[in-house]
């Protein structure tokens, strides 16, 4: 008899095969290393350090001439990590303190892995993963143990995974995931994406339930697992799997053309960037540009700001990616809030989400945002292009005119250097605070644009923390006070005649990409992986139609009735 489970949908997809259990080795599975003095211990530590670091690039090496790019940084990074003094130098702390060299390792990763878990930022909590997985394979290094690999193609079935596993096992071999822990933004996912194997995860019973199965099914897109299906699952799954061939492959089949509504209206459809090696992956998926890019990505996992040279190389490499014509609008650092950086020895605050965060930094941090302004202005001058750039959480006129300031200054300062600068930037802001939605109007006649934050501004109305898994019912961008507020916003750009993109998920979520644009937004930037669904689902609805949706959705009293609206006028999947 077929078991069904519920879990997080992860990668799309749908997988049918054998099962096969990873264990991933604990301290107490781990080989003996054996070491006779302390001598040998720490050279043994630093010589696995630097034999799992040569293995991780090697790897990295693999997926970047095979075209994962993506994927090919988080093994460099983990490559990195490998020889990091935060882990060696630690776990040989604790070597000299008595511990043997394979507790030493796991010891000081797990100190590491810790921090990172603790962290209220969902991305780099999912990195603790990776510091245990580069832990187990220093630990592999030291006694020359073999990776463990599937016998034939298979679903992996595991507690968690660390993500090299998905590169380490040949292809072919593993045909979708399904794993009692992670979370769909931990790298494990992000990596299963982007090899295009289904993935299912935090599924309640696993894998105990699957202790006695042969076979499994999982649903990346349903969240479902199906431990030894039966013949009415494997039709059930295989009607679904052609209907979302046929589904994705019709999206697809849109990318060479610019995004439109039914009736022909164009949509701009941006990615939204952490670096400028997203870029790539923005542009094989149709991006005409880019509507976010997240900078303060680049201040992490370092000691030390990024430079102002390190920055204008960034900048100057995603904007040239795009060319003179298409857009890339640099968000200054949104640091605070769920993005602390240690080194910047910032306070501490009680309530960071409500603390000094992104251009409220600029007060006491001026340099910090200085900087970040002349590495644009001097990127755009390299790259032949106009700059662009935003602040976030901006609720006050006085934030607005602080940014325009610093903006003209840092112009002054590149000019000033003799270096190529443009006349201009292209200046937008973040509008994710209920105060400065209010004070759209006013704000609009200061700026060139306007991006919707839909994530903040969510939170920021229903005062209801974007981290908190208790509140998650809160955090509902369909909410009608959220897409009141949007509308608030728009009417406020129009007033001063500006565009208005919104850039946070309900933008790539495409039942919310319909409500937006019917709510009058211009323009919409989503992740890459995004951009297919959302294409398809404008291309299917008129405009008149996005209007009189809007009209309905504003009217409603919650999410669940507005996405039922949705669903009155959305192609059928
Ligand atoms: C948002 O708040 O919606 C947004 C796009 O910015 P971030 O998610 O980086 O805060
Ligand atoms: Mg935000």
Redesign the pocket.
């Known amino acids: 008899m077929s078991t069904l489970l519920a879990g997080m949908a992860a990668a799309p997809g749908i997988a049918v095969g054998p099962l096969w259990r990873y264990r991933s080795r604990g301290a107490a599975g781990m080989p003996v290393v054996a070491i006779d003095s302390r001598a040998q211990a720490e050279a043994a530590i630093r010589r696995a350090a630097e034999l799992a670091e040569r293995q991780l690039a090697e790897l990295a090496a693999r997926l970047r001439s095979s075209g994962h790019p993506g994927d090919a940084e988080i093994l460099e990074a983990q490559a990195l990590m490998a020889v990091d003094p935060a882990i060696v130098d630690d776990a040989i702390r604790h070597s000299r303190d008595g511990m043997g060299p394979v507790d030493a390792v796991l010891a000081a990763a797990e100190a590491s892995a810790r921090v990172l878990a603790g962290l209220d930022d969902a991305l780099l909590a999912a990195r603790a993963a990776d510091v245990r997985d580069v832990a187990t394979r220093i630990v592999r290094a030291m006694s020359g143990a073999p990776t463990d690999l599937p016998t034939e193609p298979s679903i992996v079935v595991a507690d968690d995974l660390p993500p090299s596993l998905l590169v380490d096992v040949p292809p072919g071999l593993l045909l979708g995931v399904a794993l009692a822990g992670g979370s769909p933004t931990a790298h494990v996912a992000i990596l299963a994406r982007s090899l295009g194997l289904p993935a299912v995860v935090a599924v309640a019973g696993l894998p105990d339930a699957a202790r006695h199965s042969v076979r499994i099914g999982v649903d990346g897109e349903t969240g479902e697992v199906i431990l030894d299906p039966d013949a009415a699952d494997l039709q059930t799954m295989a009607d679904r799997q052609a209907a979302r061939g046929a589904r994705d492959r019709a999206a697809a089949a849109l990318r060479g053309r610019r995004a439109t509504t039914a009736d022909g209206r164009h949509v701009p459809l941006m990615a939204n960037i952490r670096s400028p090696q997203d870029a790539t992956r923005a542009l094989e998926a149709g991006a005409e540009g880019v509507g976010?890019f997240?900078t303060e990505y680049l201040f992490l996992r370092r000691q030390a700001p990024p430079t102002e040279a390190e920055q204008t190389a960034e900048y100057r490499r995603a904007m040239e990616a795009f060319g003179p014509d298409r857009p890339v609008v640099v968000r200054l650092a949104?640091i605070g809030g769920d993005k602390p950086i240690p080194y910047l020895g910032l306070p501490e605050e009680p309530n960071p989400f409500l603390g000094v965060r992104a251009i409220r930094l600029a007060r006491n941090s001026r340099e910090l945002l200085l900087t970040q302004l002349r590495a644009v202005w001097r990127a755009a001058g390299e790259a032949g292009t106009t700059p662009r750039a935003m602040a976030?959480m901006v609720s006050t006129v006085a934030d607005a005119r602080l940014l325009l300031e610093l903006r003209d200054e840092a112009r002054a300062d590149v000019v000033a250097s003799g270096a190529a600068c443009p006349e201009r930037m292209i200046t937008g802001l973040?509008i994710?605070v209920p105060s400065a939605a209010m004070m759209a109007p006013e704000l609009a006649r200061m700026v060139d644009f306007f991006s919707i934050?839909?994530?903040?501004?969510t939170q920021y109305v229903l005062a209801a923390d974007r981290g908190n898994a208790a509140l998650a019912g809160l955090q509902d961008a369909l909410h009608p006070a959220v897409l009141r507020t949007i509308a608030t916003i728009v009417a406020g750009a129009a007033t001063a005649g500006i565009p208005v993109a919104a850039?946070?998920?309900l933008a790539g979520d495409p039942a919310g990409a319909l409500v937006l644009v019917g709510l009058g937004v211009d323009e919409l930037s989503v992740e890459p992986a995004a951009l297919d669904g959302v294409r398809a689902a404008l291309a299917s609805v008129a405009l008149p139609e996005l209007k009189a949706l809007a009209r309905r959705a504003l009217a409603a009293t919650d999410a669940e009735t507005v996405r039922s609206y949705v669903r009155e006028i959305a192609r059928p999947e």
């Not at 934050?453 to 501004?457: E, K, R, S, V, Y």
């Open positions: 976010l997240r949104d976030a973040m994710e934050g839909t994530n903040d501004l850039c946070g998920e």
